[in-house]
């Protein structure tokens, strides 16, 4: 029996549907055992010699990828059975070395489709959040402190939408009934789409109240020279890709003040442990921008559908 390894940790567990369409196709099913992400070395071992893996967040590299297309036999000679499908559990793929995968011959999928509403919903709620500070109150009054804070309204704030994609465009559709004014920043995106209006980032970052990322590279955008550019009193929020905010100058300008507050669900290493967490003007969620249900559901039914379709061709 051709073994396929899971490595997400709650695949199946909100509807059984996914791990019983690979049962009927005649596959042994491995579950991750370790209930979070695995390393490297993990990986390797979990995964050899499974013809397909339905894939998180770990990172595979090109070390990893050549390790996973050969299988050894007890005698230690090279089998000819190897890794042939990557399936994506979400929309990402920065943590998959395509060249790697494209030269040896591994067909990779992803689900970027399934998270947009579950991506979109998280973020319009964590700007509601910031501005109107509940989280905080919650806090305060699980702690027996009866304390109003005063918020802001989400009504004619200006925001900021970096990354006009799925997930933004969707974003942008929400925002819309708060009777905010929404611009965008996106090189491959022409002006006026959808009736907004497209800034450059650095114009962007001066104009919006509220600057909201949505981009698919892990790339450096927001340092220093981006936090001057944005308003004082400003809120950034990031369900995007850990590592495109500088998490160390962000950390500053949240603690002197510049900023009003951020909300964080990805972050540049994660499990996340670092100083942001400590500060009372920040939301740190645990990368949870597909964590809905129904969303959860349908992207590990169109990750096992794509992984049928790369066995069969």
Known sequence: MEKIAITT????????????LLEEYGLEVVLNPYGRTLK????????????????????????????LTKTYSQSSVLSPQSLKVISRCGSGLANVDLDTA??????????????????AELTVGLILNLLRKVCWMDRN?????????????LNKKKVGIK?????????????????????Y????????????????????????????????V??????????????????????????VVDEKVLYEHLKNGYLAGAALDVFEEEPYAGPIKELDNVIVTPHIG????????????????????????
Request: hydrophobic share 40%.
């Open 185 to 216: 920043a996106d090189p491959y995106v022409s002006d006026g789409l959808l009736g907004m209006k497209r800034l450059s980032f650095d114009d962007l970052l001066g104009w919006a109240d509220i600057i909201t990322i949505h981009v698919s």
């Open 141 to 153: 009054l699980r702690n027996e402190q009866w304390e109003k804070m005063m918020g802001n309204l």
């Open 40 to 67: 490297k070395d993990e990986v390797i071992e979990f995964c050899k010699g499974a013809i397909g893996v339905i894939a998180g967040t770990e990172i595979l590299d090109i070390d990893t990828l050549e390790c």
């Open 218 to 243: 892990k790339d450096r955008l927001v340092g220093e020279k981006e936090f001057q550019l944005m308003k004082k009193g400003a809120w950034l929020v990031n369900t995007s890709r850990g590592g």
């Open 163 to 183: 990354g006009l994609g799925r997930i933004g465009k969707k974003v942008a559709e929400l925002l819309r009934p708060f009777g905010c004014e929404i611009a």
């Open 9 to 20: 940790t709650t695949f199946g567990k909100y509807d059984e549907r996914p791990l019983k």
């Open 290 to 313: 597909s964590y809905a249900k129904e969303a959860r559901v349908e992207m590990e039914i169109q990750t096992v559908e794509n992984l049928f379709k790369g066995l069969r061709h």
């Open 102 to 119: 494209k030269r040896l011959g591994i067909k990779v999928f992803n689900t970027p489709d399934a998270p947009i509403v579950a991506v």
